[in-house]
């Protein structure tokens, strides 16, 4: 069974991801884990954002991820150049760690889930909603400052546009605890709904 989380920018879905990975038979993944991965160690990546971004952006292991976001987060046609070269890598990386996934359940953090026209390719999808208050606060604590988070903002659906399109929605509004006892029950909610060959019923 798999199942891809999603929701805005700094609003606890890698967090969501993580408590979900503490249940038997589950195993994670994240779409920023494997950009990141492929920035460092894939020298088809690496030499593809360096003839779109310039060799500023070199670091002593691949791409320097701080320059790139530099150069990428503050401009929106620059940050659309740098997710069409990652985008189908990373698609094709997500689908061989799930063909080779021996778990009961996959789950994999996607933040352009929709956008990128994938969230129908997962037996369930999840949106993680936060209040907005909280959400600007957890990015501004990330070293995103306003210029850039509109930049990102301007490539994804609102959380609530996510939110209606998703199969479940995790309220991300409470403290760690709240969160992890939503992750438990969401976990429970999925095995209790699968059916006999291990997908929904």
């Given amino acids: 069974m798999t199942i891809a989380v999603t929701g805005p920018f700094a609003s606890g879905k890698s967090t969501l991801v993580s408590l979900l990975g503490e249940l ?29 971004f310039g060799e500023g952006v070199r ?22 150049d ?10 094709s990386e997500t689908d061989r760690r799930i063909e080779a996934s021996g778990a009961e359940v996959f789950v994999l953090e996607i933040p352009l889930l929709f956008e990128t026209g994938q969230g129908r390719n997962f037996d369930y999808t999840v949106a993680v909603t936060v209040p907005e208050e909280k959400r600007r606060a957890w990015a501004e604590e990330r070293g995103l400052d306003e210029a850039a988070l509109r930049a990102v903002e301007a490539r994804q659906l609102t959380g609530e546009q996510k939110a209606r399109r998703a199969d479940l929605v995790i309220q991300n509004d409470a403290d760690l605890d709240r969160l992890r006892e939503q ?19």
């Fill in 24 to 52: 038997p038979g589950t195993e994670t993944a994240s779409a920023d884990e494997i950009v990141h991965h492929l920035m460092k160690n894939d020298r088809r990546t690496i030499s593809r954002i360096i003839e779109r």
């Fill in 183 to 201: 992750a438990y029950r969401l976990g429970r909610r999925v095995l209790r709904e699968r059916g006999p060959n291990g997908n929904p019923g």
């Fill in 82 to 91: 740098l997710e069409e070269i990652l985008h189908p890598l990373v698609r």
């Fill in 59 to 80: 670091g002593l292991e691949g791409i320097d991820r701080k320059a790139l976001g530099r150069k990428a987060f503050g401009d929106a046609d620059a940050l659309g």
